[in-house]
């Protein structure tokens, strides 16, 4: 049975949480004040990864698609993980529109996407087929060169002259409602994700020890998010950050110190291209194995290329355009797939168990 | 009717806010179905 060590899990919860988070720029409706809006959402976001984590204390050795049966039943309890392994391939099919856009508006304008999709995708299979174990190992790897990048890229902003930091102030000048349209939904709900996490805990060396690494790692995306966005904004200014695609992206291009060092555009899909490769590969992971855990199938690597197959051909038919793909993020995805799937239903799942727990204890 | 096959697509989400949740729904209950179904024969 493959193992992770608890190292490897914050390594990996990091890279999931941060996806294409940062890229997109996280907070940006709260507009100067993204970076408070980040703070507050990591703070209650971390809540959510509570609930979760003490599910998983109740139902020791057991992931998220094997929660519901137990509970619920055969019949309800498997429409139920179902609905989860459904959901995981349609946010797989979210990635790869995600680059879709990216890599055609950035650096590949007149390469179909469809080529550098497969190609990417191939990698995915080639990842997922060598285990989590494989994934963990290079996430380490990967772990300290991306964040000496991200060092280096400080240095060469502040280098670059092009910091204002007045354009921070005044702190929560729009007042406090904007700075909630940051936190609610899409801030709190970008964490509520981590629940898919629960496919891999089963398999961590220290499972007693999952919450402290969990909370670690959602603490270090919340720092790497506040300084983002405070790096943004007084690069950029308020309403660029608001308004654009890709602020990470913008904040980047702007570099140029001595005239020397510019042009360092290629870094920011770096960022994205490292972040969705491994976002990606555990999103496969937690489909192809929990259709394993559902189905009578003993092997889960025969279900790795139809799950990219209707990942890959859903993802480039998804949005005709980036606003489309967007306006789906943020206007449909928090209230009516986030909420009842990340929210509600997990909250319920935590009562049940707490009160059958408790029961079984007592008798 | 056509449009009920593509509910992830804006327009239709526009008009029908729930089609994408209905949609993971309805394909689960039919996954899940065809899972007890093998389940079944694979016992049997």
Redesign the interface.
Known sequence: MERISNYQLYILTVFFQTGTNIVFGFGAVAGRDAWISSLISTCVGALLVLLYVSIMHMNPGLSLIQWWPKYFG??IG???S??Y???IV?QISREVGDLKFLISITILPKTSSLIFLSVFMLLIIYSVYSGVEVIARVAQIVFYLLVSLVIIEMIFLYGSKIMDFSRLMPIAGEGWHTIAKGVWPIGILSFSEGIELAMIWPLVKKPEKILKTTLMSIFTFGFFLTIFDVLAVAALGSSIFKNSFYPLYTLIQQISVGQFITNLDAIGVLYLLTNVFFRMSLYMFAAVRGIQQ???VKNSIIFILPVSIISLC?GI???PNIS?HI??AV??FP???ST?LFVALPFILFIVSFIRTKKYKVM | MKEFLFPWQIHVLKKYPLALIVFIIVVSIVLAIITWIKEKSHNH
């Open positions: 055969k019949w498997s429409i139920i179902w609905m392994i459904v959901l349609y559902i189905t009578p859903w038919i998804m949005s489309e306006e789906v206007k449909y209230y009516n797939l009842p």
